[in-house]
């Protein structure tokens, strides 16, 4: 499965060794279900039911806390961790540049039309 957020790359059939990558379902309270849907970003539509966001999406305080963990002093291993119920996705998501391409866009219009002008 590939996570949802659009411009994202995770795929659960691609291991990592550095890194573990869990996927999330979207919640099924129809509010917050909007909210992850509206932070992936995709202009297609698609079943959540099916879809999934992947655990880098997520900040550590969107994580349940792992009191046994805690209080052993031992590091949480990353695919226990469950997320909070209220908990919505917020790191590494899809930034739209459109003015900056569209700026961009019309610096080398100017440029080329400049140079078109330009008598040789």
Same mark, same amino acid.
């Given at each position: %499965? ?38 992936? +970003? ?5 079943? !959540? ?16 806390? +792992? %009191?046994?963990?805690? #209080? ?7 695919? !226990? ?11 590494? #998501? ?15 219009? !100017? ?10």
């Amino acid at each position: %499965m590939r996570c949802a957020v659009i411009g994202c790359k995770s795929d659960s059939r691609v291991k990592c060794a550095s890194e573990v990558i869990k996927f999330f379902r979207f919640p099924k309270d129809k509010t917050l279900n909007k909210v992850y849907k509206k932070k992936c +970003q995709r202009s297609d539509t698609f079943e !959540t039911k099916d879809a999934r966001i992947c655990s880098k999406h997520f900040t550590d305080e969107d994580y349940v806390r +792992q %009191m046994k963990y805690e #209080l052993l002093q031992l590091p949480c291993p990353k695919n !226990t961790r469950k997320l909070k119920a209220d908990a919505v996705p917020s790191l590494n #998501l899809f930034k739209p540049s459109s003015c900056l391409s569209t700026c961009n866009n019309s610096d080398a219009r !100017t440029r080329r039309q400049q140079k078109e002008n330009t008598p040789k």
